[in-house]
T-cell receptor, first 115, second 115 residues
Framework: GAVVSQHPSRVICKSGTSVKIECRSLDFQATTMFWYRQFPKQSLMLMAT?????????EQGVEKDKFLINHASLTLSTLTVTSAHPEDSSFYICSASRGWNSPLHFGNGTRLTVT | QKEVEQNSGPLSVPEGAIASLNCTYSDRGSQSFFWYRQYSGKSPELIMS????GDKEDGRFTAQLNKASQYVSLLIRDSQPSDSATYLCAVGERILTGGGNKLTFGTGTQLKVEL
């Protein structure tokens, strides 16, 4: 079946530093990748949609200069949290899609803690 | 703004019983619907996808969709303690560039299957 790999699974960083999270589709070419964020006891909130070779589309309220997305190929998307602050501490989850009638498959998520 | 509503629960059912999870959505034009299971601290895992009115069965799970009522449900037969998790209903919006579905999630229903 479809597998989406996400790394790292957990990261602790100091306030002001940047953190890069990788998302790879392992056995299919993902036409689109999505980045979600989930705070404790809340549901998943879409941050941005990325397509290979084009700029990401950010949801309202998500700062594109803070959350940099690079979709380098049909199997790799990265999210960089720049100048992280404690309020950015969250569970970040990527997902990938083969196409319109294909369900999203999620990576295992990255637990980010900013101290 | 697209909305997906779920009862947060917890929904408690005895082992072996049928668990019924419900979801309503606001966008009448929605065409794809998904149920995900999420264990605490983990990323969502796809349970079922459904695209047309009626029932769709997969093992112990049955998804039901009624577009006229903007209602989608998930039935879990012979509930097991391992089914205890949060169940997320998601409604898809077709992405025109690159394909795929942008999902809007409900807040999830916590299911507890008791011995």
């Amino acid at each position: 079946g479809a597998v989406v790999s996400q790394h790292p699974s957990r990261v602790i960083c100091k306030s002001g530093t940047s953190v890069k999270i990788e998302c790879r589709s392992l056995d299919f070419q993902a036409t689109t990748m999505f980045w979600y964020r989930q705070f404790p006891k809340q549901s998943l909130m879409l941050m941005a949609t990325s397509n290979e070779g084009s700029k990401a589309t950010y949801e309202q309220g998500v700062e594109k200069d803070k959350f940099l997305i690079n979709h380098a190929s049909l199997t790799l998307s990265t999210l960089t949290v720049t100048s992280a602050h404690p309020e950015d501490s969250s569970f970040y989850i990527c997902s990938a899609s083969r196409g319109w009638n294909s369900p999203l498959h999620f990576g295992n998520g990255t637990r980010l803690t900013v101290t | 703004q697209k909305e997906v509503e779920q009862n947060s629960g917890p929904l408690s059912v005895p082992e072996g019983a049928i668990a019924s999870l419900n979801c309503t959505y606001s966008d009448r034009g929605s065409q794809s619907f998904f149920w995900y299971r999420q264990y605490s601290g983990k990323s969502p895992e796809l349970i079922m996808s459904i695209y047309s009115n009626g029932d769709k069965e997969d093992g112990r799970f049955t998804a039901q969709l009624n577009k006229a009522s903007q209602y989608v449900s998930l039935l879990i037969r012979d509930s097991q303690p391992s089914d205890s998790a949060t169940y997320l209903c998601a409604v898809g919006e077709r992405i025109l560039t690159g394909g795929g579905n942008k999902l809007t999630f409900g807040t999830g229903t916590q299911l507890k299957v008791e011995l």
